[in-house]
């Protein structure tokens, strides 16, 4: 895919041929590449420049990965990085996740794998910076128009949260799906929202339909994507919103890559979601930007393991230690975990094994039309 104005790309690796294979894979997709031999140097031009995403070598000999995106966490850049290792070790995978890397991939490097971290990240970044930078003024009544009609056709499909022995539906995922040509996916309309200014008219009107949902299923638990502008809503918290009346039936999911409020108005909003008697769970954990520290803080009910730390868990001892240690640390703190993406028996076996309490993915269930209710 061609960028329209193409994202820049900063590749760190003293390996000079694997910096050259990235370099290409990534320049095919239509990113401007930048690539350093020293991190050092990398870190120079990252202070001067302002790229989107980098991806960068963990073992190297003047400075490591994780040190550099410690750096680049002290210069208080939003930049997501990526960091690749040959030799995974559990230590490195934690402070990166502490650190809040954005993804943590194992050599060798399969090209696609490559090119999904960086489109993911990029995209986030594109995200966070939306709000800035808005769209040129005919460009933004096209967009308009196209996420007025989303919005009017937009509905939900669900996806069973399951428990991880008895496979029995605990809940369900309410998943955003668009009919509307010019943005036909979640992300289309999330960033054109973002781009608008009207996340909090998307919010309210996937909180009515979960809602509407909910009346006519009131023995459901429904799980609840916020975005992070969604908790400076008032109709949110408005004891008369349509979803805070079946609060002590629904989840509120957070993702984790989304937000980067300010804990303490954070933990105050969360209070006051908490008293109204929604629960909270943290989404896609291991996936994001604020890391394990942010988890932490947020003392959330619920804990989602996102699907990069579940994929293949059965072949790969380093996620199998992460997520066991997520799952103990969970444990000690009451908090119950989903372990998301479950798509074979073996991810499976595995994460109820390691101590994951619920499980959703195609395996168990495909999001789709809520099943009827079981006659006891
Ligand atoms: O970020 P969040 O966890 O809310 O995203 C859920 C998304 O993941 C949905 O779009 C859903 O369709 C998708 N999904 C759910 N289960 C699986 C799975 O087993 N495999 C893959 N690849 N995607 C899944
Ligand atoms: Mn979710």
């Avoid at 090209?111 to 489109?119: D, E, N, W």
């Avoid at 979803?243 to 890559?257: F, I, M, N, P």
């Avoid at 001892?317 to 009451?334: P, T, W």
Wanted: glycine share 6%; proline share 5%; charged share 25%.
């Amino acid at each position: 895919m061609i960028h329209s104005t193409s994202a820049c790309v900063a590749i760190v690796d003293d390996d000079a041929m694997v910096s050259a294979s990235l370099t290409a894979i990534l320049s095919r997709e239509g990113y401007r590449v930048e690539s350093f031999s020293s991190p050092v140097h990398a870190l120079e031009f990252l202070k001067q420049n302002d790229v989107d995403a980098v991806l960068s070598d963990v073992s190297m000999p003047t400075m490591t990965g994780i040190e550099l995106l410690a750096r680049l966490r002290d210069m208080a850049t939003d930049t997501p990085i990526v960091l690749m290792t040959g030799v995974p070790r559990i230590e490195d995978t934690i402070r990166a996740l502490e650190l809040g890397a954005f993804r943590y991939l194992t050599k060798p490097l399969a090209g696609g794998v490559v090119r999904k971290a960086i489109h993911e990240a990029v995209h986030w970044r594109r995200l966070t910076r939306a709000s800035t930078a808005g769209p040129a003024l005919a460009d933004r009544a096209e967009l308009e128009e196209a996420f007025n009609r989303a919005l009017e056709r937009i509905s939900m499909a669900y996806q069973p949260i399951v428990s991880a022995t008895s496979k029995l539906a605990l809940g369900h995922e309410a998943l955003m799906r668009s009919s509307e040509a010019k943005l036909p996916s979640p992300p289309a309309v999330l960033d054109a929202a973002e781009k608008l200014g009207r996340l909090h008219a998307l919010g309210r009107k996937l909180r009515r339909i979960v809602a509407q949902q909910l009346t006519s299923r009131p023995d459901q638990t429904m799980f609840v994507n916020l975005h992070s502008a969604d908790l400076a809503d008032r109709d949110l918290t408005d004891p008369k919103a349509p979803l805070t009346t079946h609060a002590r039936s629904v989840v509120l999911e957070l993702t984790e890559r989304a937000s980067l409020e300010s804990i303490s108005s954070l933990e105050m909003r969360l209070a006051t979601l908490r008293e109204l008697g929604f629960r909270i769970a943290v989404d896609d954990l291991g996936a994001g930007y604020a890391g394990l520290s942010y988890f932490a803080r947020l003392s959330p009910d619920i804990v989602k393991i996102d699907m990069s730390l579940t994929r293949n868990i059965h072949k790969d001892n380093v996620k199998q230690r992460v997520f066991g240690s997520i799952c103990r640390l969970a444990q000690d703190l009451d908090i119950l975990v989903v372990a998301e993406g479950i798509e074979t028996e073996e991810e499976l076996v595995t994460v109820n094994r390691l101590g994951a309490d619920l499980v959703q993915g195609y395996l168990t269930g495909r999001p789709g039309p809520l099943p009827p209710p079981t006659i006891e």
